[in-house]
Structure formats: C-alpha cells, structure tokens
C-alpha cells in the first residue's frame, strides 16, 4: 500500500472553501482525517457543521473516502477476499524482542491492526512497550518497522533511560538515535488524552511513525468517571478512542497497541479469575488480546480474543534487554506453573 499522501489535499476534494477552513481549525487537516472521521461528530463534537448540515457531514466524509478507495489507500466497502488478502500482504510484523512471544503471535505486533495487552500492575506491560518502541525503531529486514514511534504516556510512567538500557543491551551502538524516533507524549487527563487520539493522524504523518503506543488506554476514564451514573459516558467515550485508532491503524497501515488493567472477577466454580477492563466495547474493539500474568520471574503471555489465532498461552522474560526468551537453563530446571 502506497503511504505517499502528500498528493491528496482536502481543496482537491469538491468541498466549500469555508466548510474546508473550519474543519482545519478543528484539527482536520487532510483527506486521511476527513475519511476517518465520524460524520455525526462532525456536527456534535466539533460543530465543525450545524444540525442542518447532516447530508453535507456523510457528503464530505463520504467524498475523502471515495477519493482514498479511488487511489488504492483505503478498501471498498465490499472487497472480494482476494483483494482483502492483496491488502494484507501490505501490513508488517514486529519482533516483540522474545522469538518464542512473536510465533505465539504469529511473527509479531502487526500493522492494521490493535493488539491489547492487559495484565496487572508489574505483569510486564510497559516493558513490552519499552521493548517495542526499540525493536520498532530497526529496519524492516531486522525486524522492525524502520520507523518513528509515537508513546502516550498516561500513567506518568515513560523512562527514557529504560529505553536507553534496553538499547545498549541488544548491541545497538548509538541508543540516542533511537531515542530520537520515540515521541512521547504525556497526558495528564482523559480529555486531553480524548483530544490528542482526535488529531492523531496528523501527529502520524508529521512524525512518520508505524507504531502508536498508548499506555494506558483506560486508566484516566476509570480514574475520572466514577459511579454508576457516569459508565454509559464513559464506555461512549472509550469506544470513540478505540474506533478511532483502529481506523487510523487500517488507513495509516500502522500498528496500535494499547496497555489496560484487569480486574479480579469473583468467580463461583474457579475462584477468582482476571478479567480485562473496558467491558464488551474494549473486547470488540481489540483485534488481538493478550493477558500478561506474572509466573514467579517469567511472565505468561495468553491470547484471549483473535481472528485467527487459537487459544494460546507462552512464556518470556524480562531483563535489561527489555522483553526476551526464558534462557534454556532457567526453562529446564523451572517448575512447571499450572495452567490457568
Ligand atoms: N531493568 C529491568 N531489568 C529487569 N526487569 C525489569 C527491569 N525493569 C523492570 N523490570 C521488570 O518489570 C516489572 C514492571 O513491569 P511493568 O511493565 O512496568 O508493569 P506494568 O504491567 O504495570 O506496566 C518489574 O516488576 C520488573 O520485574
Ligand atoms: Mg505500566
């Protein structure tokens, strides 16, 4: 799939000059943003367009997308399967940093796609982050995605100099380079976290970044919204983030991963069981999920939900060179966990 979208400009499109100038001053800058965009939010959230705007709010998204499907950077709505699969042969695959974790996922985080990581607090999550804001950073023929990686960071827990560990650890002569591709961004709450997902895909192209981190995706909403009274506010909100990165992940043909926590569900037959937040809406959203449980000094990966992967669990490390195999020794003479 092509990336070059300089070429397409929102004044191409047969869009009111005055209709074009307010959707830029509401951040929505080009066709990519235009296509991706909600046609009733358009009119609600921004006031970009009034009430009776309607027609021209599906008009103008409906016309970025022609425009996107017409030069072979978006799919029909209806494709054949072939076409689907020719799609597909564009999306890469990231090492994790663990070979063992990436043929439990098939080769690696993939790109069109969102891949959820839960777990508990020090199951792991942000190492796997960390991990991958490195491996990411190499070329493709390492591995990589050769490209720039965006980190929001809503849990004030990014450390740089874990990075720079990390890098020196796997031989990478000059960790600052790498240092360089990561964009962090710090959130500081679920509005302003609202607002930079809104205006992500311009932050994609500027910085020219193949994986978007957020870590972590639910942790502000749950924090801020509290109280029966304000759950069906904050699902809405959640499923506006989700169906927006994973749009962008499918039109930018980038990767998404997205940390959240679990909670302990009293369980009647099996005691207590982990189960991830965010309810159905973060389950549907995700296209692959992996739980993170810690096992003494390895961590479990275990897919919960995927088109295509069956019910799978694997085991990895965490040293200082960021997520890796368990070392042969250690997995010989280890007690066998119980399965879960
Ligand atoms: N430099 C390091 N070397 C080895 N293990 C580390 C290092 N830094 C963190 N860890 C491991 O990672 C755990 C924290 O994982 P983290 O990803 O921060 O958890 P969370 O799932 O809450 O994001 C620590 O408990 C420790 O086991
Ligand atoms: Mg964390």
New binding site residues.
């Given amino acids: 799939m092509s990336q070059n979208v300089s070429g397409l400009r929102l004044e191409d499109l047969e869009i009111k000059p005055h209709i074009i100038t307010r959707l830029k001053g509401a951040g929505i800058e080009s066709i990519f943003d235009l296509a991706i965009s909600i046609p009733h939010q358009l009119i609600e959230d921004g006031g970009i367009l009034t009430g009776a705007d309607t027609h021209v709010a599906l008009d103008i998204v409906m016309k970025a997308k022609k425009a996107l499907i017409d030069s072979g950077l978006l799919a029909r709505d209806f494709s054949t399967a072939e076409e689907i699969l020719e799609r597909r042969k564009a999306l890469i695959r990231c090492t994790t940093g663990s070979p063992k974790l990436d043929s439990f996922l098939k080769g690696g985080i993939e790109t069109q796609a969102m891949t959820e990581?839960a777990?508990?607090?020090?199951?792991?999550?942000?190492?796997?982050?960390?991990t991958l804001c490195v491996t990411a950073s190499m070329p493709q023929n390492k591995a990589g995605l050769g490209s720039n990686v965006i980190f929001i960071d809503t849990?004030n827990?990014f450390r740089p100099e874990?990075i720079h560990?990390?890098t020196e650890n796997r031989g990478i002569k000059e960790p600052e380079d790498i240092l360089r591709k990561i964009y962090v961004c710090k959130i500081f709450n679920s509005g302003h976290l609202e607002l930079i997902i809104q205006n992500l895909g311009k932050s994609i192209q500027d910085y020219k970044a193949k994986l978007v981190i957020v870590?972590?995706i639910i942790s502000l909403h749950r924090a801020e919204f509290t109280g029966m009274g304000t759950l069906a506010d904050r699902q809405q909100r959640l499923n506006n983030m989700l169906h927006k990165l994973i749009r962008l992940a499918e039109v930018y043909n980038i990767a998404v991963v997205v940390?959240n926590q679990v909670q302990s569900q009293p369980d009647n037959f099996f005691g207590d069981t982990l189960r991830a937040t965010g309810g159905n809406i973060m389950g549907h959203a995700s296209t692959y999920r992996i739980l993170?449980r810690?096992a003494g000094?390895d961590r479990i990966a275990i897919m919960i939900d995927s088109p295509f992967h069956a019910y799978d669990q694997t085991r990895f490390?965490?040293?200082?060179?960021?997520v890796q195999d368990v070392e042969e020794n250690r997995a010989s003479s280890k007690k066998t966990e119980p399965e879960w």
């Fill in positions: 990581i777990g508990e607090f020090g199951s792991g999550k942000s190492q796997l982050c960390y849990e827990t874990r560990q990390i870590d972590s940390t993170l810690k000094r490390t965490i040293t200082e060179r960021g």
